[in-house]
């Protein structure tokens, strides 16, 4: 899972997290989005934001 966050305009931070399973991997999106979805974040309507794997990403109210 690569994850990558910071301000606009900016080159951020990223993390890259790797799993021995697939479904390691998707537990570990749904933990994610549990997590983010608590603290706010939303699903982003455009398609420039959306992963590799077709699901959109969850941005910041």
Known sequence: ???????IGTNGQGKIETY????AA?????RL???KRRRGSRNSRSK???DISGRSVLRRR
């Open 48 to 50: 420039k934001t959306a």
């Open 26 to 30: 998707e537990a570990a999106y749904g």
């Open 20 to 23: 021995d399973e697939p479904q």
């Open 1 to 7: 899972m690569v994850r990558h966050w910071g301000r």
């Open 33 to 35: 989005e549990r997590v």
